[in-house]
């Protein structure tokens, strides 16, 4: 199956600061990517939707200027955590999808964000 | 209505038996359906996808589509202490959103 590397895999940061995730699709074109972000014990949550060369469509109550992303290639998309909150620790996940060829989703490993 | 429906389980069943995971889903226009299996603290890994109506076999799993009774379903034979897992349902709109269901909590005991 396909290959989606994320990174970095555990991140501790202080309050204030800003975080980036990589996620980087190895093994195919990725026309779209997904962030999602899941607390313990909960279901996935998606945040944003992101098309290669496209600004990102935001879920309703995700604030855009809090969490940037940006889909530069068909291999890489980062999200920037900003002025992070201890509030926004949790498990943020990607996916990739090759629009051209089908309709599965593949996802990255996680990234587990700590905001002290 | 949520758009994809799960019992949130537990469901336990013991090893060798056969799990029998459902999933229901509110759009009709569904075309795409998957299964993925996330283990605690792990990110989700696709193990089942299903287009059409009807009964897919992959090994010890099978994928069951009915789109009448907009229902699927996933079978998981000769169960392991492995398979313990959340299992998410996900199916895919005609707009391509992917919308996932909550997840049902799968325990398989030795």
């Known amino acids: 199956g396909a290959v989606v590397s994320q990174h970095p895999s555990r991140v501790i940061c202080k309050s204030g600061t800003s975080v980036k995730i990589e996620c980087r699709s190895l093994d195919f074109q990725a026309t779209t990517m997904f962030w999602y972000r899941q607390f313990p014990k909960k279901s996935l949550m998606l945040m944003a939707t992101s098309n290669e060369g496209s600004k990102a469509t935001y879920e309703q109550g995700v604030e855009k200027d809090k969490f940037l992303i940006n889909h530069a290639s068909l291999t890489l998309s980062t999200l920037t955590v900003t002025s992070a909150h201890p509030e926004d620790s949790s498990f943020y996940i990607c996916?990739?999808?090759?629009?051209?060829?089908?309709?599965?989703?593949?996802f990255g490993p996680g990234t587990r964000l700590t905001v002290t | 209505q949520k758009e994809v429906e799960q019992n949130s389980g537990p469901l336990s069943v013991p090893e060798g038996a056969i799990a029998s995971l459902n999933c229901t889903y509110s759009?009709?226009?569904?075309?795409?359906f998957f299964w993925y299996r996330q283990y605690s603290g792990k990110s989700p890994e696709l193990i089942m996808s299903?287009?059409?109506?009807g009964d897919k076999e992959d090994g010890r799993f099978t994928a069951q589509l009915n789109k009448a009774s907009q229902y699927v379903s996933l079978l998981i034979r000769d169960s392991q202490p492995s398979d313990s897992a959340t299992y998410l349902c996900?199916?895919?709109?005609?707009?391509?959103?992917?919308?996932f269901g909550a997840g049902t909590r799968l325990t398989v005991k030795p």
């Open positions: 299903i287009y059409s109506n």
């Open positions: 996900a199916v895919t709109q005609l707009n391509n959103d992917m919308r």
């Open positions: 759009d009709r226009g569904s075309q795409s």
């Open positions: 996916s990739a999808r090759d629009g051209f060829s089908s309709y599965e989703q593949y």
